[in-house]
């Protein structure tokens, strides 16, 4: 029997380690009109190591508990209410005044995934049925505080079955859902959320990835990569629209020993058996267009895992989640218009993901390339970096309907402080005037290669890669180390304010939610160790990957001795 005079409490049993971005968008829902209603959303029986969103924390009556619902009305249990498909009898009004809590079945880390509610029924908890159409868990508390706290029963709520979530003039796809309907007659979906939400964060863990290079560019490099235990994101490599044009005999890398200062053979067995911890390459982008990389992601998650059941028949008001996935960085480049094109593409394929909960996806540009005649890389103007954010901004004004993702640049190696300033600049002067706006970008990727560097093959004089770049490349490895810890080093200050007092505080509050992918020369667990000293949220590994394959990885994380080593196994 409800409390006379109880505010109502909405508890969602989330048993998963980590909450994937479409789950976070549904509980910030349920978590802002639970407070707007004068009423309390829980998610209980959450694991130790979860991590509660700043925004869910920030919501006045959202609690977070690791206790079970069983454990937290073990004595009490006739206050609860279970939302159970199975049940006898529909929820009505009047179980407003019979409940004050009420008790939804929530997400699972298993595969298959365990049924839950049935559980919780055999723990005696009191069963009710939503009806005969499969909700998301945003639309299932929605409707529950509608019939207990309104009064108004199920069949007087306003729905639509199965809407059809549409991209552009030319895409839509259709959401298996049943959804309340607004004043308007559109469905009530967690977007708006999103939408409204400050710019989203890169969160990848364990903190440890790939970074875009040609080690990256197959469909089996990418499923090597994603197999990894040991790393919490794959990155692609670079592509453009419409792929680049490769050619072996100007495209070209070659690995180091910064030692000697010669190359080493690019053979998979002389390079392990030789003294090697640098590369340098001649190579531009991939061969291989965006839209193939989106189709090879869309692969490698149907491959790992499978959607939901689909909702015909389904009374289920629960939502059920797979084993832990990673995130996919999507590395492009372009004109700044191809750029924004190549950002609503990645959008689309998110909420082609979105059954597939857990798997988020980012987007990297590119603008730092040393390698490509007569396109000097973009990011070492202020100019050029403010016409890509001018168009970025305008991509995701018109794409405001649809998930928003991370954008980052990736930045070429800074050699003095003017370049950081105009990037800082740029970075700012995008933001527009008000006080509280943010920048657009995420994460900052530093660092590129280093360009204009040349090696000999030998003491004989030939030059290490041959062609018509004169054997001229970028610079990878542990000789680019020292330079890519600086550049990471006075990027993360100078995002942190550092600096003249009024001045440090604007960016510090416009730029200051920017996180940082440290990339260059990490070759074992004391180069990751120095990357996160610097300041890096994430550390990237390139040529290292090419010298010792995907089991550098492990290498790495095991030199660390972190917590998060085997975190996927």
Known sequence: MASAGAKKTYIVEHLDEELGPWSELEYLAIARESHD??????????????????????????????????????????????????????????????????????????????????ELRKKGFEGRRLGPKQMTTDTAVRVTRIVVEKKVPLAEIPYVDFPELKFNEHEATEMPFRYVTDETGKPIMPESAMNKQSVPVLDIFPPLINSSNPW???????????????????????SLINGFEHDHLKHQYVFLDSASQYAVSRDPETVQSAPQNGSL???????????????????????????????TGATTTTT???????????????TPEEVAICYKLISETQCDLYFYEGISLAMEVNLSCPNIPNKPPPAYSKDA???????????????DHMPRIPIGLKTPPYTYHTQFVNLMDALVESCGDGDQQQCLISF???????????????????PAMVGPTGGIGGLAGAPLHPLALGNVVTLSRLLRGAGEEDGGRKVKEKLGHIRIVGIGGVLDGDGW??????????????TGLGLKGVGIFEEVAKDTGEQWIGYFI
Do not use: H
């Open 37 to 118: 209603a004068g009423s309390t959303f829980c998610l209980s029986s959450l694991p130790a190591g979860f991590k509660v969103p700043e925004a869910l924390n920030a919501v006045a009556s959202f609690k977070a508990e690791s206790r079970g619902v069983e454990e937290i009305y073990a004595s009490d249990k006739t206050r609860v209410c279970l939302l159970d498909p199975a049940a006898a009898k529909d929820l009505s009004p009047e179980d407003g005044d019979n409940f004050d809590v009420f008790l939804f079945g929530g997400i699972l880390g298993d595969d298959p995934p365990r049924d839950r509610t049935s």
């Open 216 to 238: 990256a560019s197959t469909l089996e490099d990418l499923r090597s990569l994603y197999a990894c235990p040991y790393t919490g994101a794959v990155t692609t490599r670079t």
């Open 281 to 311: 390459n001649s190579l531009g982008y991939s061969p291989y267009p965006l839209k193939t990389y989106l189709d090879w992601i869309r692969t490698i998650v149907a491959e790992q895992s499978s959607p939901p059941p689909p909702p």
């Open 320 to 334: 059920t989640t797979r084993p832990k996935k990673k995130a996919f960085v999507v590395s492009v480049t372009g």
């Open 385 to 399: 970096l403010g016409e890509y954010l001018v168009a970025l901004k305008g991509v995701l004004d018109e794409t």
């Open 444 to 462: 900052l990727t530093a660092t590129n290669t280093l360009g204009s560097c040349f090696a000999f093959s030998s003491s004989l004089g030939f």
């Open 529 to 542: 160790t120095r990357m996160r000293k610097a300041g890096a949220s994430v550390v990237g590994i390139g």
